[in-house]
C-alpha cells in the first residue's frame, strides 16, 4: 500500500517524509489556503521535499480554465499531479491533459459512475472520498472497495486514492481491501504509530533493565 500525506503544511511533510515511509502528498484548496502560504512556492517546496506524486488542485471550474491552471502547475515540478475537480468540464480537460501525458487525479469522486468515467478518460488517479460519505450517513468505504474493483476488473491503469480519511480504522479496511493509496492526515499517520501495549513494554523493559544493573 502507498502512503500519501493528506496536508499542506511543510513541518508535517517533513516530518513523516523522514521516517522513510511516505510515497506522495495530495493537498486542496482548503488545505493550502490554511497555511496561508504562497500556492506555487508551497507546491515547490512539498515537492522537493517529497520527491513523488504531489496533487495540487486548480482551482478554474471550466474546461479552458482549467487547462491554463495544469499547464502552469506542471511547470512547477515533475512531480506535480493536476488534481481536477469531477465536473463535465473536469472530465474533458482530463482527457485532454492525460493524452499529452499529463498526470492527472480526479477529485471528489462519490460514486463508481464517476470514477469509471474517470478512468475512461485517463486519469492517472481517483479519489473517492471516503469520511465525506460516512458523514452524511453512507458507507464510504464500499465506494472505495468499489473504485478498486472497476480498476482491477477493467485493468484500467488508474490507481485508487482512498481519500477523506478520518482514523486508523478506515486505514486498517483500506488495507484489508488492497486499495492502492491511502492519503492520510498527519493525525492519522500518528495514530497509527501508536500502541499502549508498545508504551507499556518499552516502559517494563527498561524498568527490569534498570533494577538488574543496581
Ligand atoms: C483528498 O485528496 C482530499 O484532500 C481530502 O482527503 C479531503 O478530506 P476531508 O474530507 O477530510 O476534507
Known amino acids: 500500500m502507498q502512503i500519501f500525506l493528506d496536508t499542506a503544511n511543510i513541518e508535517e511533510i517533513k516530518e513523516i517524509s523522514s521516517l522513510g515511509i ?3 502528498v495530495t493537498t486542496n484548496p482548503s488545505l493550502i489556503a490554511k497555511e496561508k502560504k504562497d500556492f506555487k512556492s508551497t507546491i515547490k517546496a512539498i515537492c522537493d521535499i517529497v520527491k513523488g506524486p504531489v496533487s ?7 474546461y479552458e480554465g482549467m487547462i491554463t491552471e495544469a499547464e502552469e502547475l506542471v511547470k512547477i515540478s515533475e512531480y506535480v499531479v493536476v488534481k481536477i475537480p469531477f465536473t463535465l468540464d473536469g472530465l474533458k480537460a482530463t482527457r485532454y491533459l492525460s493524452d499529452k501525458d499529463i498526470p492527472v487525479n480526479m477529485t471528489l469522486i462519490f460514486s463508481p459512475n464517476q470514477a469509471v468515467l474517470a478512468c475512461k478518460a485517463g486519469a492517472r488517479y481517483i479519489s473517492p472520498f471516503v469520511g465525506r460519505l460516512d ?12 473504485c478498486q474493483d472497476i480498476v482491477d476488473t477493467y485493468g484500467y491503469e488508474t490507481e485508487v486514492i482512498a481519500a477523506s480519511v478520518r482514523h486508523p480504522e478506515h486505514v486498517l ?3 484489508e481491501n488492497g486499495i492502492d493509496i491511502a492519503t492520510l492526515p498527519h493525525k492519522v499517520v500518528m495514530q497509527m504509530l501508536k500502541h499502549p501495549l508498545t508504551d507499556i513494554g518499552i516502559e517494563k523493559f527498561l524498568s527490569d533493565w534498570k533494577n538488574a544493573n543496581k
Open 22 to 24: 511516505l510515497d506522495g
Open 56 to 62: 495540487a488542485e486548480v482551482i478554474a471550474t471550466d
Open 135 to 146: 458523514d452524511i450517513g453512507h458507507d464510504g468505504m464500499e465506494l472505495a472497495i468499489q
Open 173 to 175: 479496511k483500506i488495507m
